[in-house]
């Protein structure tokens, strides 16, 4: 089993494959972009791919969306989120007066506009990922610097001249598990994400669209437009559910909606994530336990046919 990811090594999602128990001991691969790491595992060069897929600060990674939407059939197995410090890192010997230029992912050099507009007139320059402007400002030196994690300045040399240069506190990304086809069990507390393309732009489709989900009591947790390239006004919606396809409910609804309303891409259904998702689950076990019993107990009341 191997496992791709956004690099080069240092990047965040690097961190946050890292912090998978089981992929511990796998085969970690670096790809340049996150269409590289996407590609490679719809082509089954790999078993998985992390990527990043949405940021507390800056929202959506538009690279990642669009890419699961239009250009590959691989589902979300699995979500991590990763609390974000940014630091600023420079060559040895460079002050933070030097500073010239700055390097970083595109998503990384918005989250701290405030800190870089402290730095006077620097240049912002673009890199492939946070880890790879480390890379690129050991290789060109001088007085150019990263925006990058703390962990990129051992690996490329560098030395930190300032930490916690996001503009705001509790700064986050998810980061997703994809994989070619494999859809997790129910845990009794997931979320499902699915892609809608409306038939045709008529008064109250996307009405039509959402009351599928709240007739049912279905809770969505996001909803976003994305244009589908077809031209300008042309639109599906990216949707964010809680529930499994497993589900019965979730099921009949997605079942609905691909039958009468629009046509459906499936995502993923996968897990909830983190402390307040296991206490949660925890609850839900107990509250289903104790309807079962209570079910139980009234049909243990019903009389046999005569």
């Known amino acids: 089993m191997s496992v791709g990811f956004l690099g080069p090594h240092g990047t965040f999602t690097h961190e946050a494959l890292l912090r998978q128990s089981d992929f511990a001991h796998v085969a970690a691969v670096p790809f340049p972009t996150i269409e590289d790491v996407l590609q490679a595992v719809a082509a089954?060069?790999?078993?998985?791919?992390?990527?990043?897929?949405?940021?507390?600060?800056?929202?959506?990674?538009?690279?990642?969306?669009?890419?699961?939407?239009?250009?590959?059939?691989?589902?979300?197995?699995?979500?991590i989120v990763m609390p974000i410090s940014l630091n600023l890192l420079a060559p040895p010997g460079v002050a933070l007066a030097d500073i010239t230029e700055v390097w970083s992912y595109p998503h990384a050099l918005a989250q701290c506009r405030t800190f870089l507009r402290t730095l006077g007139s620097v240049e912002t320059r673009v890199a492939a990922s946070t880890a790879d402007a480390a890379r690129v400002v050991s290789e060109v030196g001088g007085t150019s610097a990263a925006v990058a994690p703390s962990v990129a300045a051992n690996l490329y040399g560098l030395h930190v001249l300032a930490?916690?240069?996001?503009?705001?506190?509790?700064?986050?990304?998810?980061?997703?598990?994809?994989?070619?086809?494999?859809?997790?069990?129910?845990?009794?507390?997931?979320?499902?994400?699915?892609?809608?393309?409306?038939?045709?732009?008529?008064?109250?489709?996307?009405?039509?669209?959402?009351?599928?989900?709240?007739?049912?009591?279905?809770?969505?947790?996001r909803l976003e437009s994305r244009p589908t390239k077809k031209g300008l006004g042309d639109y599906c919606f990216v949707i964010e559910l809680e529930g499994h396809v497993a589900d019965d409910v979730v099921g009949d609804c997605l079942a609905d909606l691909q039958a009468h309303h629009t046509r459906i891409k499936f995502l993923g259904s996968y897990p909830v994530t983190g402390d307040v998702a296991a206490s949660a689950r925890a609850e839900i076990t107990e509250a289903r336990g104790e309807a079962d019993r209570w079910l139980a107990e009234l049909r243990s009341k019903v009389e046999p046919h005569s």
Do not use: M, W
């Open 44 to 79: 089954g060069e790999v078993t998985y791919g992390v990527v990043p897929l949405e940021n507390a600060i800056e929202g959506t990674v538009s690279a990642t969306v669009d890419s699961l939407i239009f250009d590959h059939d691989v589902l979300i197995e699995r979500e």
């Open 163 to 221: 930490t916690d240069v996001e503009d705001h506190v509790g700064n986050a990304t998810k980061f997703v598990v994809v994989g070619r086809s494999s859809i997790p069990a129910p845990t009794g507390h997931d979320r499902t994400t699915i892609v809608c393309f409306q038939d045709a732009d008529r008064p109250g489709s996307l009405y039509g669209i959402l009351g599928r989900f709240a007739a049912r009591d279905i809770n969505l947790t």
